[in-house]
Each structure stands twice: as structure tokens, then as C-alpha cells.
């Protein structure tokens, strides 16, 4: 039996449980407070994936972590910025089923997983999602899966603005995927 928390401010929505907490806010996202949630003296892996546009990743100091970039294009256009929208009831419960899910599958100790709503600038994130495990490939394993579930099924949509005249795109938050001009969407 779940005893799940609901937390809600201003400025973002929270469902956490033991080890799992899912996060919707407009604000920016918090890398040091999100690794923070999920370590523990039990785990001998984190993994953090701070994805922005595109999933680009570089390694670097001694922690397994991955940092997305944001791209300032996309199929060779200018972006401005991103937006992202949801239905913050649906999207956090099943934000919260998948990190269940996927910390029972890969036996995570710890699992957040944050998407920021709202305008989201080149250059910054919109969705973490850090894991702790026990060792290494639980980690990493876990933390792909995550990202992977949360951009197929996590009910978020994203607007991307390209410059010019061009406007923008609406997108499902998936990799690739071809959207809708706006003009079209009306």
C-alpha cells in the first residue's frame, strides 16, 4: 500500500512516496537539490540525466551523470525557446507510476524525475531525472528507462519556437517527432 504525498505551491506540484518523488514546476530545475533526493549510504551509483531539447551527452568529473544540451535548432532551423504544457493531474500520476515501476523493475534505492512547464530557455533544463542503485548498471539502466517511459507516455506537450517568421511547433515530448505548425493547429 502506497502513502503517497501530493505537495503543492505556487510555482510546482509534487507527488512523492519512500524513495520516489515526481515534480511538475515552473520554475527552473535544481540539479544539486534533485541528486540530493535520491542519495543514500544504500547506493553506490547516482545517475542524473538533465535533458534540455535533445539528448546530447558528455561525461565529466568522477560521477556517473549525463547533461543534455540544448540544441538552438532543430532539422536545421533556429529555436528560440521551448514551452512545455500539461495536464498536471494526469502527468504527475503517471510520472509517478512509471518511476514505481521502473525503481521495482531495476531495484532502485532512490528515483526523482522533474519536468519544468512553462518557457524554458536555450540552455536550460527541462526534465531531470536522477536514480540511485546499488550498483552502477541498475543505475544507468533505470535512468534510461525512465527517461524513455516519461518521453512516450507522460502527458506533456512542448511548443518550439523557431525565429523568423516560421512561428512555432507543437510537439508530443518525444525525440524527432515531426509536430504541427501553429497555424495548422488552429
Not at 29 to 35: A, G, H, M, N, Y
Not at 50 to 78: Q, V
Not at 170 to 177: I, K, Q, S, V, Y
Amino acid at each position: 500500500m502506497t502513502s503517497r504525498t501530493l505537495l503543492k505551491r505556487s510555482s510546482f506540484e509534487q507527488l512523492q512516496d519512500e524513495g520516489i518523488s515526481v515534480v511538475l514546476t515552473h520554475s527552473a530545475l535544481d540539479i544539486p537539490s534533485v541528486i540530493a533526493d535520491v542519495k543514500t549510504p544504500k547506493a553506490g551509483a547516482v545517475v542524473l540525466f538533465a535533458g534540455r531539447k535533445a539528448t546530447s551527452l558528455a561525461s565529466f568529473s568522477h560521477a556517473d551523470k549525463t547533461l543534455g544540451t540544448t540544441r538552438d535548432n532543430f532539422d536545421g532551423k533556429p529555436v528560440t525557446h521551448l514551452e512545455y504544457s500539461s495536464y498536471s493531474p494526469l502527468a504527475l500520476r503517471t510520472m509517478f507510476s512509471i518511476a514505481q515501476a521502473v525503481k521495482q523493475k531495476h531495484a532502485l534505492t532512490a528515483i526523482t524525475m522533474a519536468h519544468r512547464l512553462g518557457v524554458v530557455p536555450i540552455a536550460e533544463e527541462s526534465i531531470l531525472i536522477a536514480v540511485s542503485a546499488p550498483h552502477r548498471h541498475a543505475a544507468w539502466t533505470g535512468g534510461q528507462e525512465a527517461l524513455e517511459m516519461c518521453k512516450e507516455k507522460v502527458e506533456v506537450w512542448k511548443l518550439e519556437e523557431f525565429g523568423g517568421d516560421e512561428g512555432g511547433v507543437w510537439r508530443a515530448n518525444r525525440d524527432g517527432a515531426r509536430g504541427v505548425p501553429l497555424d495548422s493547429a488552429n
